[in-house]
């Protein structure tokens, strides 16, 4: 089992910036990607951005050059820093892992509020 604990989400003007922060624990080898999705109220939950184990990153186009997300291995924590937040970007933002054993294996954390306001 994996584990996905998110942090760092919270109430933020318009231009302003956040960090999340998503520390996974348990059986955490194998890992091909690390990655955040949102879902913003009545819509479907897409992807923010994606870093692969080989470090080729991949963002939604909606937020490149804005969004950057990164890893931290020793500590096998992936952060998510936004800036220049607009309130379009207000939305439940969710980590997620993907692992290979064979078979596929998709683990999702709890999710964080995120709110931009005008």
């Known amino acids: 089992q994996v584990q996905l604990v998110e942090s760092g989400g919270g109430l933020v003007q318009a231009g302003g910036s956040l960090n999340l922060s998503c520390a996974l624990s348990g059986s955490i080898s194998s890992i091909v990607a690390m990655g955040w999705y949102r879902q913003a109220p009545g819509k479907q939950r897409e992807l923010v951005a994606k870093v692969m184990s080989v470090g080729v990153t991949n963002y939604a186009t909606s937020v490149r050059g804005r969004f950057t997300i990164s890893r931290d291995n020793a500590k096998n924590t992936v952060f998510l820093q936004m800036n220049s937040l607009k309130t379009e970007d207000t939305a439940v933002y969710y980590c997620?892992?993907?692992?290979?054993?064979?078979?596929?294996?998709?683990?999702w954390g709890q999710g964080t509020q995120v709110t931009v306001s005008s």
């Open positions: 997620n892992v993907n692992l290979w054993r064979g078979t596929w294996y998709d683990y």
